[in-house]
């Protein structure tokens, strides 16, 4: 018994190394017989965003929580049917929060005493035709919405864009390397590797929107504007 016990123990002592060995990622490394050149490059497009990311929702008073609820509901209710009225898709409406809270009295040198409660129901909307945005938007303040903040301006579909200013990034990156090799009386030999570090896909801050205040005015428009895309790579040559 004992014996069996020392080959086991001698066994698992040979299978952690092994299992260990596995786990271990191999490193590559490449010899450079000429000059090493790093260089970081970067590539960037733009475009005119085609989605517009808004929030919608109701705010109501009652002197009771589930009067202040109810009425939350009822108007959101007509604001979602607005919605679905101008073709926006159930994909692109999500609710993004509700919420009661108590509306408290302070009067001098007495406790704080609840006065009422107030609810508010959120919307997350979608918009894929920016040019329909701003009669939406109108048409949604008409049905109730007394709380809308926005528009994030994007783009759906990015890779296409970053994919060019990949292809911009590497030319750059070349162009670059060519410009030292010459300056050095030197060639391009190879690319060594290519590393993508990232990139800036900005995107504005949602700015406020006073839809009551301009609701009786002319209709709201949204301004696409453009966007810029941008690549980062680290690119490494061997120059000879």
Do not use: W
């Not at 596995?22 to 005119?48: E, F, H, K, Y």
């Amino acid at each position: 018994m004992k014996r069996t016990l020392l080959v086991g123990l001698a066994l698992c002592a040979v299978a952690l190394p092994a299992a260990a060995a596995a786990q271990q990622v191999p490193t590559i490394t490449q010899t450079i017989a000429g000059t090493r050149l790093d260089l970081s490059a970067t590539g960037d497009v733009t475009r005119v965003p085609d989605l517009a990311v808004i929030t919608a929702g109701v705010v109501t008073r009652s002197a009771t929580a589930r009067g202040a609820m109810e009425q939350a509901a009822a108007r959101m209710a007509r604001v979602r049917a607005a919605l679905k009225a101008a073709g926006v898709e159930d994909r692109d409406i999500q609710t993004s929060n509700i919420s009661l809270n108590p509306d408290y009295r302070y009067e001098n040198n007495q406790p704080p005493r609840i006065a009422g409660y107030s609810a508010s129901h959120q919307l997350t909307v979608r918009f894929r035709d920016i040019g329909n945005a701003g009669r939406i938007l109108d048409a949604l303040v008409a049905q109730g919405a007394n709380q809308i903040n926005g528009p994030t301006l994007t783009i759906d579909k990015p890779e296409a864009a970053l994919d060019e200013a990949r292809t911009k990034a590497i030319a750059a990156a070349r162009a670059r390397a060519d410009l030292y090799a010459r300056a050095l009386g030197l060639r391009v030999v190879r690319v060594v590797s290519v590393s993508e570090t990232g990139g800036s896909y900005p995107v504005p801050p949602p700015m406020p929107v006073m839809m009551e205040a301009r609701a009786q005015a002319a209709d709201s428009k949204i301004d696409p504007g453009e966007q810029k895309l941008q690549v980062n790579l680290n690119v490494t040559f061997e120059l000879q």
